[in-house]
């Protein structure tokens, strides 16, 4: 049996609705890890704000990997280190970031360590921090955002999905030569390198390590989730994804991210 490369989003996937990880995914990620095949988080999340997670997991076995930033960087858990880095010009980060204010949205982009906020702290930054409780530098001037290994833009609206679906509609195309923008959450708008996804990204780890797409399995819940259930072999949406994810997938778990979907998948798929 040929060992498989397995792909999987964060919220929505591996961790409950209430941010835990379900016993059974803990367990048979690490029997699929114990037995050779890899396991990659890919999550849109910064490196930072997934140790959490990889800490919840003890994914910090020889094959435990982290796709951060939808793919951006390559983080390898059992080393601790970053493989791989791709990073956004300054000057296309500045005109989403000055639009996003224009317009009254909370905006942020990071380095690979931290948030970069050009104006203060807010309500939307409260909210978002709780989540992922990484550092963060305000204020930050825009003649400084060259000093940075800049990634992702994030727009974030707590209240009102509907400010953010109009600057989505009015920028997009504005921006689309550079940027590919999506949603992660209702309450994220978020801007990567156009190239740069969770699709993407499973071909260059699959280059990087010598992997036979036909070895790879990914499973998602979200929008952003669309291109690496499609990049994959299997495809797989979660029984609590989109229903746009689900349109795309070649397989959606019977069971929902509470009950360990993540685990029915490799039950099924890697120990046939």
Known sequence: MSKKAIFLDID???LSSDHNVPRIN????????????TVVINT??????AFDVIEKLEFYKPGCYLLSYNGSILYDCHKKEIVKMNCLDADMVIKVLKAAIEAGIHCHTYDEEQIL???GNDAELDFYRKITRLPYLQNVPFDDFSKYNLQKVMLIDVDDHEKLERF???HEEEFSEYFQCFFSDPRYLEFVKKGV???TAIFEFCKEFGINVED????GDEENDIDMIKAAHIGVAMKNAK???KKVADVITQKDNNQGGVAEIIEKYVFI
Not at 26 to 37: F, L, R, S, V, Y
């Open 12 to 14: 929505g996937t591996i």
């Open 26 to 37: 803990k367990t048979m990620i690490h029997k699929a890890i114990d037995e050779g095949h």
């Open 44 to 49: 849109g999340r910064p490196v930072k704000g």
């Open 117 to 119: 906020m050009p104006l």
């Open 168 to 170: 989505k509609a009015e």
């Open 197 to 199: 996804n969770k699709g």
């Open 216 to 219: 790879t399995i990914a499973v």
């Open 243 to 245: 229903d746009s994810v």
